[in-house]
């Protein structure tokens, strides 16, 4: 059986993270934060707690400028920068500036 050519990619710092469908939406905005911003009553943690948990998971900074690029293979790219503290508080709050049509899932 072949395996699907990935739909999207994630990079962060221009290295590529992972790969995969349209479920990479959800990561993205999980990542940037976008996802958080009117979380449903069910929702435990915080968006500086799945910062620190993927951190741990990934390996990876994720620190202020780190720059997350969702990639779909027709060509368009969403990119965000972080804007963390020292304490893993994301400086910028919600994350109200991306408002990217086809990628609020979550």
């Known amino acids: 059986m072949p395996i ?3 739909e999207y990619l994630i990079r962060v ?6 790969s995969g469908d349209e479920s990479l ?3 993205f905005n999980n990542l940037i934060g976008a996802n958080f911003a009117n ?8 968006y500086e707690d799945y910062l620190a948990n993927m951190r741990m998971m990934l390996d990876e900074a994720l620190d202020t400028g780190t ?9 368009v790219t969403v990119s965000h920068t972080l804007l963390v503290d020292p304490q893993g ?4 709050g919600i994350i109200a500036s991306l408002a990217v049509q086809g990628l609020s899932h979550g």
């Open 67 to 75: 720059e997350i690029c969702l990639e779909s293979m027709d060509g």
């Open 4 to 6: 699907d050519e990935p």
């Open 39 to 46: 979380p449903p009553a069910w929702l435990q943690g915080s």
């Open 25 to 27: 939406k959800v990561v």
């Open 13 to 18: 710092d221009g290295v590529e993270l992972m």
């Open 89 to 92: 508080h994301t400086r910028n």
